[in-house]
């Protein structure tokens, strides 16, 4: 059974830093892309920024270009979003996904992604 984890939410004053992490497991895609997802109370889901786990290809929404970086980890289970100069709009609840590579679907699409975590909070604080 596939599982995404992630870590690393909590509370930060505007204009700080946060690092979130993601470990997958037990998915069996040949070639996987795996994403950022937020969603703020009353909002919907937004994509924030996804990865080619072979490739490294990142992509990133308009809004977090500049201040967030997606990477991946070496053994191509885990995946990292650094936060930098963060601002109220983006706190919400932060979630990995995992999808094949091979999708045909734009990468912000969340019907893309076929495995979910539970998520980890972000709150910040002007």
């Known amino acids: 059974q596939a599982q995404l984890v992630e870590s690393g939410g909590g509370s930060v004053q505007a204009g700080g830093s946060l690092r979130l992490s993601c470990a997958s497991s037990?998915?069996?895609?040949?070639?996987?892309?795996m994403a950022w997802f937020r969603q703020a109370p009353g909002k919907e889901r937004e994509a924030v920024a996804a990865i080619y786990m072979n490739g490294g290809t990142s992509s990133y929404a308009d809004s977090v270009k500049g201040r967030f970086t997606i990477s991946r980890h070496s053994d191509k289970k885990t995946i990292h979003l650094l936060m930098t100069n963060l601002k109220s709009a983006d706190t919400a609840m932060y979630y990995c996904?995992?999808?094949?590579?091979?999708?045909?679907?734009?990468?912000?699409?969340?019907?893309?992604?076929?495995?979910w975590g539970q998520g980890t909070q972000v709150t910040v604080s002007s």
């Open positions: 996904a995992a999808g094949s590579a091979y999708g045909l679907s734009a990468w912000s699409n969340s019907g893309r992604y076929g495995f």
């Open positions: 037990g998915h069996t895609y040949a070639s996987v892309i």
